[in-house]
C-alpha cells in the first residue's frame, strides 16, 4: 500500500494544559486534547514497597484509572506503554530504593487517548519535580484501509477498520540525539 502524504485527512485538535490542580500530589496536570481529558497526578520520591524495591534507582509506577469501574487488562497495557515512554527520560538512578507514581484519571475519551495519557504523565512530572533528562510527548495516528492517514483521531476514525494504528513519542535531550519511538497499537 502507497501511502501518500497528501492523503492527510485530519489535523491535530486543539490541546489544553492545567498544572497544579491538585493539593495532595507533588505534582499535577490536567490535559486535553479535543474533547478528550485526563488528570494525571505525580508522587515521589517516596518508600517503595520491599518487593517492588531496586537497589540501584527508583522505581516508577504508572496506574491509570478509567471513567468508571477497576481498571482491566486495556488499561494495563496502557499503564506499561505509559511507563515505557516516560521512564527512559526520568533520572531515576537520583532515587535509589524509592518510588515515583504516576496516576492517570480519565475523565473522558474521545478519541487518542494514549497519547493524551503520556502528555499529561509529563507535564505532572514537570510540576511534580521529578528530575527529568527531557521532555516527552505523543501523538497518536491511524493508517486506513485506503491508504488514508488520520492524525489524532476521534473515537469515530478508531472504530473504522485500520490497517495499523500507532503512537508516535519523540524526546530529545541533546543536540546530538534523538529517541524516537513508534509503538503499533492494533492491526488488521
Given at each position: 500500500?502507497?501511502v ?9 485538535r ?6 497544579c490542580?491538585?493539593?495532595k ?7 486535553s486534547q ?5 488528570i494525571?497526578a ?15 534507582k ?7 484509572r ?30 535509589p ?16 487517548l ?67 519511538c ?7
Amino acid at each position: 500500500m502507497d501511502v501518500n502524504i497528501s492523503n492527510i485527512l485530519s489535523e491535530l485538535r486543539s490541546t489544553r494544559c492545567e498544572q497544579c490542580l491538585l493539593n495532595k500530589s507533588d505534582g499535577s496536570a490536567s490535559f486535553s486534547q479535543g474533547d478528550t481529558q485526563v488528570i494525571a497526578a505525580a508522587y515521589g520520591p517516596a518508600e517503595v514497597r520491599l518487593s517492588r524495591e531496586i537497589i540501584d534507582k527508583a522505581t516508577l509506577e504508572v496506574v491509570l484509572r478509567p471513567k468508571v469501574g477497576v481498571p482491566g487488562c486495556a488499561e494495563k497495557l496502557k499503564e506499561q506503554v505509559i511507563r515505557n515512554s516516560c521512564e527512559p527520560v526520568v533520572l531515576i538512578m537520583q532515587h535509589p530504593r524509592s518510588s515515583l507514581m504516576i496516576v492517570i484519571q480519565l475523565i473522558q475519551d474521545c478519541g487518542s487517548l494514549l497519547s493524551c495519557a503520556i502528555n499529561a504523565a509529563c507535564m505532572a512530572m514537570v510540576d511534580g519535580g521529578f528530575p527529568m533528562k527531557c521532555l516527552v510527548c505523543a501523538v497518536t495516528c491511524c493508517l486506513t484501509e485506503f491508504g488514508e492517514i488520520h492524525l489524532d483521531p476521534t473515537l469515530e476514525q478508531e472504530k473504522v477498520p485500520i490497517k495499523a494504528s500507532g503512537l508516535y513519542k519523540k524526546s530529545k535531550h541533546n543536540h546530538n540525539s534523538n529517541y524516537i519511538c513508534i509503538c503499533t497499537i492494533a492491526s488488521c
